[in-house]
C-alpha cells in the first residue's frame, strides 16, 4: 500500500513543526479559554467541565473530519492551508469574544441571566471552527508522512509524539509566562500568529503564490487587535472607576473606588470583594472585622495584652491584617497569599505597607507548613464559593493548623453558603469538631458568609459577651464594634454527618450543588435585592 508522493526530508521537518506548533496551540487555546471566561464568569469547576467538555467534541471531530479530507486531497498544500485557516479563527476567537464579554459583564452586575448565559454559550460557540481545525491536523499529518503501511505504527507514534510534546509547552507557557506577562487577548494571538506563521512557511514551499494570497490573514487580524483590545478587560461597576487591573497566573485583579473614596478589590467575574480599604474608615461592618473577635471566645478574662501573633491564609489586599494592626498596633502579622499580583495591588493602593506584617507568596496550606510560630489566632479568609480550595478543609489540614497555635489559640474561617443551603458550613463544622473541642457559628449580617470560631482550648458561647463587657477602657473602639457585632450575629452551632479528610473531601461536589441550587430558585434575584 502506498499513499500520497512520498515526502521530503524537507517536507518531512516541516511536517514536524506544523504538528508541535498545532499541539502547542490546541492546549495554549483550552487553557487561555479558561482564563477568557474567567474574566466573566469565574474558573469552577462549572465552568471548566464546559470548556473541557466542548473542546473535546470539536477535537472529536477534528480527527474524524481530518482523516477523511486527508484521504480525499492527501496534498500538503491542502494540509497548510488547514492550518493557517486553523490558526486564523484562534486568532479571531479573543478579538470577536472581547465585546461579547464586555457585554457579559455588564449582563452579570445587572443580574441578567438570559443574556449572561447566551453570552458563555456564545464564547464557547467561537471554539467551535478553530479547534475543529486543530484536530484535524493529527490524522492528516499521519498520511502525508506514511509512505507504506509497514510504518503505520512509527510515523503514527513519531506524530503523536510530537504533537504532545507541543502540547507541554501549550499547557506551562500561557500560565506561567505569557498570560502574566501579556494578557489572554494577546497570548491567544502569540499562539495563533506562531501557528500562523508555520503554515504560511510550509504553503510557500509547496505554492508560494497560494501562500502570498493569504497574507491578508495576519493584517486583518493586527486591525482587529488593535480595534477590539481597547480599554479595560472587565469594566468596573457601575460609579465606581478603575485604578489597578492586571492578568496573574491565577485571577483577573481589579482595584476599583467609589465617590466616597472607597477602594474594593475584585477577583475573576468580580462579584465577591475581597479586600476593602478607606484612608480613614477601618471598620466596616464586614466579614474582616469579625476575624477580631475569633480569639474573645476563650474563657475570661481574656484581654487585648494576650494577643501575641496572628496569621491570615488568603491574605487578598490586607483588609484583616490593616485592622488588626489598627487595633494592636506592631502586632506581629503572617499573610499568605498565593497571588503576587494580588499582594501589588494591596501594597500598592490599599494601605498594605504595615512593617510588622511579613507577606508570603505561596499556598495556603504549604505555607502554614513552613512557618514555625505560634499563633493566638490564625485567620482562614481563601474559602469562597464557587472557589474552595478542598486541601485546606480537611481534618489533616486543621491539624496543622492547630499545632500553630498558643495554647489559647483560635482559628477564625470565613464560609460562604446561600440563605438556604448550609452544607458547607455544617461540614467544615463536623470536620472542626473532629479538631477542637468548641466551634462556633457567626452569620455576617447581610451576606452569604458564615464566621466559624474554633478555640484550642474547651470554651463556652458566653464567654465573648463576658470578655467584651470586661474590656479596659484604653480599648480600641474598631475592637469593640467588632465584638460587639459578632455578639448580635452568634447562631447555634449544626454539624452535619460528613467528615472531610484529605482522602475524602467531595467540596466540589458540594459548593457545585448550592450554586445550581441557588441560580435554579431564584438566586440572581435574591442577589439582585
Known amino acids: 500500500m502506498t499513499g500520497s ?6 517536507q518531512q521537518r516541516l511536517l514536524y513543526i506544523a504538528v508541535f506548533a498545532s499541539g502547542m496551540t490546541t492546549l495554549a487555546v483550552e487553557f487561555t479559554a479558561s482564563r477568557l471566561l474567567g474574566s466573566v464568569y469565574g474558573t469552577s469547576n462549572v465552568v471548566w467541565a464546559n470548556i473541557i467538555g466542548l473542546i473535546l467534541i470539536y477535537l472529536t471531530a477534528g480527527y474524524f473530519i481530518g482523516g477523511r479530507w486527508a484521504d480525499r486531497s492527501p496534498y500538503f498544500t491542502t494540509f497548510y492551508r488547514l492550518i493557517i485557516w486553523a490558526a486564523f479563527f484562534s486568532g479571531l476567537v479573543p478579538l470577536v469574544a472581547h465585546p461579547i464579554l464586555k457585554t457579559a459583564a455588564a449582563a452579570v452586575q445587572d443580574f441578567d441571566a438570559a443574556v449572561t448565559a447566551g453570552s458563555f454559550i456564545s464564547v464557547l460557540v467561537l471554539f467551535a471552527v478553530p479547534v475543529t481545525l486543530l484536530g484535524c491536523v493529527s490524522p492528516f499529518s499521519i498520511r502525508l508522512a506514511l509512505s507504506t503501511i509497514e510504518k503505520a505504527g512509527g510515523v503514527s507514534g513519531r506524530m503523536y509524539a510530537i504533537s504532545t510534546l507541543g502540547s ?6 500561557p ?18 500568529g506562531a501557528l500562523l506563521v508555520v503554515g504560511l512557511v510550509g504553503l510557500a514551499v509547496e505554492d508560494r503564490r497560494a501562500a502570498f494570497r493569504l497574507l491578508w490573514m495576519p493584517v486583518l487580524l493586527l486591525i482587529l487587535a488593535l480595534l477590539a483590545l481597547r480599554g479595560p478587560l472587565r469594566p468596573p461597576p457601575p460609579g465606581m472607576t478603575l485604578l489597578y487591573e492586571d492578568e496573574s497566573a491565577y485571577n483577573l485583579v481589579q482595584v476599583v473606588e467609589d465617590s466616597d473614596g472607597y477602594r474594593y478589590l475584585l477577583l475573576n467575574e468580580g462579584q465577591g470583594i475581597h479586600s476593602q480599604w478607606h484612608p480613614t474608615d477601618i471598620f466596616y461592618r464586614r466579614t474582616w472585622s469579625f476575624f477580631l473577635a475569633g480569639p474573645y471566645f476563650n474563657n475570661p478574662p481574656y484581654t487585648p495584652d494576650r494577643v501575641e501573633r496572628i496569621a ?6 490586607g483588609t484583616i491584617a490593616r485592622q488588626h494592626d489598627v487595633v494592636y498596633p506592631g502586632l506581629p502579622m503572617d499573610g499568605i497569599e498565593i497571588d503576587p499580583a494580588i499582594v501589588e495591588a494591596g501594597q500598592r493602593y490599599m494601605g498594605m505597607t504595615m512593617p510588622n506584617l511579613n507577606v508570603i507568596i ?3 496550606r504549604f505555607g502554614l507548613t513552613q512557618l514555625d510560630a505560634q499563633y493566638s489566632m490564625i485567620g482562614i479568609d481563601a474559602y469562597r464559593v464557587p472557589y474552595v480550595p478542598w486541601h485546606m478543609t ?3 489540614f486543621f491539624e496543622e493548623v492547630r499545632d500553630h497555635l498558643l495554647d489559647d489559640g483560635v482559628v477564625t474561617i470565613n464560609v460562604g453558603r446561600t440563605s438556604s443551603d448550609r452544607r458547607l458550613v455544617e461540614a467544615l463544622t463536623r470536620t472542626l469538631l473532629d479538631v477542637f473541642p468548641s466551634v462556633y457559628t457567626l452569620d455576617v449580617p447581610d451576606a452569604f458568609n458564615t464566621i466559624l470560631i474554633a478555640t484550642r482550648q474547651p470554651t463556652l458561647p458566653g464567654n465573648l459577651i463576658t470578655n467584651l463587657a470586661a474590656l479596659p477602657p484604653e480599648a480600641h473602639p474598631v475592637l469593640r464594634e467588632a465584638l460587639t457585632a459578632a455578639a448580635e450575629s452568634i447562631r447555634p452551632t449544626v454539624a452535619s454527618d460528613l467528615r472531610l479528610t484529605d482522602d475524602h473531601a467531595p467540596v466540589e461536589m458540594i459548593v457545585d450543588s448550592m450554586v445550581i441550587e441557588f441560580l435554579l430558585h431564584g438566586g440572581i434575584n435574591e442577589l439582585a435585592n
Open 5 to 10: 508522493t512520498p515526502a521530503s526530508r524537507s
Open 168 to 173: 507541554i509547552i501549550g499547557t506551562f507557557a
Open 175 to 192: 500560565v506561567l509566562v505569557l498570560i502574566p506577562q501579556a494578557g489572554t487577548a494577546r497570548t491567544f494571538l502569540f499562539f495563533a
Open 312 to 317: 491570615v491564609i488568603g491574605l487578598a489586599a
Open 362 to 364: 505561596d499556598d495556603g
Open 394 to 396: 480537611t481534618v489533616e
